[in-house]
């Protein structure tokens, strides 16, 4: 039975919620929807809220270890839902995706080696690399009609000797992309050939409308060349507690890696992190099921008032994420008019050239919110 939890949520404008304190400097006012950064504006599932505060009742926040349980309980999930095996010994708990991926990026490569993201990508993929003093190298996507694709050929043109890790965004952010099998094998056997890393961010896998492929689940030999980072953060909205993990089973890079990772010494995590992520891959299936539901609404409301309204802008439903992918070449704006545009139209968008070759034209939006709010969108 469908229950009516997505459809009004918390009002976050009134705490230190990132995407709302940053409003006057991201749009010159506070009167605008932020759906840019992606978190939810959607309540923390119940089941989150109720592990925390049970561990609430004990009155010491003392050092912890992140428990054996709360890795099991992500070992089970991604066996259940991907069909990705992992393995305990092989895993490290991170504050987050992109800790890990700077902490990967300096532990497997040198200052000015090459690293490749597919472009338009997430924008911190490229930050991350140039803050390392290392060399961006852009293999843009291939666009026909909304769908995106791999530029295979492009890829091994631009592989040198200095390149040594691709990151790969599966499923894609901004695009919404979930990569076929047969993608994801033409990919691995160019890295493979060219000795090249694969860095796979699958933060999103959760949030799949179809069948995601973890990267590392393709062969043994394409697993010893795979860094993997997971995290319930987006799936279940508890960014703001800083909790992922790092899975790496090649037992060299591991080695590596962990001489890098207890340099910086990232500890253990908070003790209320280590509940909710254990809460989350135990009890979230029925929550996420009801999520993905809505999340299918709100595109579709989206859509329908963009055909209603015979709108120049368009969108292509995205196979993962709660991040639409708004292609609005036709209104030729140019980037910062096309910013105003929607500000005024009192909504705080991502800009699309914020993620690379590719991003011209475009916008993203954040359409994890509730009914209500939805509803209230006016393009």
């Not at 561990?55 to 991907?82: S, T």
């Not at 996507?141 to 890790?165: A, C, H, M, Q, R």
């Not at 050939?193 to 999103?204: T, W």
């Not at 329908?304 to 030729?332: G, H, M, V, Y």
Request: glycine fraction near 4%; hydrophobic fraction near 40%; charge should be negative.
């Amino acid at each position: 039975m469908k229950t009516l939890m997505f459809e009004t949520s918390a009002d976050r404008s009134q705490s230190n919620a990132e995407k709302y304190t940053k409003r006057e400097k991201l749009f010159g006012t506070e009167d605008v929807l932020p759906l840019w950064v992606a978190d939810m504006d959607l309540d923390t599932p119940d089941f989150i809220i109720h592990a925390i505060k049970k561990r609430l009742e004990h009155p010491i926040f003392g050092y912890e270890e992140m428990p054996n349980a709360a890795f099991e309980a992500q070992i089970k999930w991604m066996e259940k839902h991907h069909g990705l095996l992992l393995k305990r010994e092989d895993m490290f708990f991170s504050p987050s995706v992109l800790t890990s991926l700077n902490l990967s990026i300096q532990t497997f490569s040198s200052e000015d080696d090459e690293i490749i993201i597919q472009t338009p990508v997430y924008g911190a993929f490229a930050n991350s690399i140039l803050n390392n003093n290392r060399t961006v190298i852009e293999n843009p996507l291939i666009e026909k009609n909304g769908d995106y694709f791999f530029d295979f050929e492009d890829l091994e043109k631009k592989i040198s000797p200095k390149t040594k890790v691709l990151i790969l965004c599966s499923p894609h952010n901004p695009v919404g992309r979930v990569w076929d099998k047969e993608e994801l094998l033409q990919l691995a056997s160019i890295c493979l050939k060219h000795n090249v890393l694969i860095i796979a961010d699958e933060i999103h896998c959760d949030l799949s409308f179809k069948k995601h492929t973890p990267f590392t689940s393709l062969s043994e030999k394409i697993a010893e060349q795979t860094i993997t980072l997971l995290s319930p953060a987006k799936t279940f909205n508890i960014s703001g507690l800083s909790i992922s993990t790092i899975n790496i089973s090649n037992e060299t890079l591991k080695e590596k890696f962990t001489k890098k990772y207890q340099a910086i010494y990232l500890g253990e995590g908070n003790v209320l992190a280590h509940v909710a992520f254990e809460a989350a891959y135990t009890h979230g299936e029925e929550w996420l099921k009801e999520l993905k539901e809505h999340l299918l609404e709100n595109i579709a409301l989206l859509k329908q008032q963009l055909k209603e309204k015979n709108s120049k802008i368009k969108f292509k439903n995205p196979d993962a994420t709660f991040l639409l992918w708004l292609d609005c070449r036709a209104l030729k704006l140019n980037d910062e008019e096309l910013h105003q545009y929607f500000v005024n139209k009192k909504l705080g968008l991502s800009q699309g050239i914020s993620f690379g070759t590719g991003g011209k034209g475009y916008m993203r939006m954040n359409i994890a919110i509730s009914k209500k709010a939805m509803n209230s969108i006016k393009l």
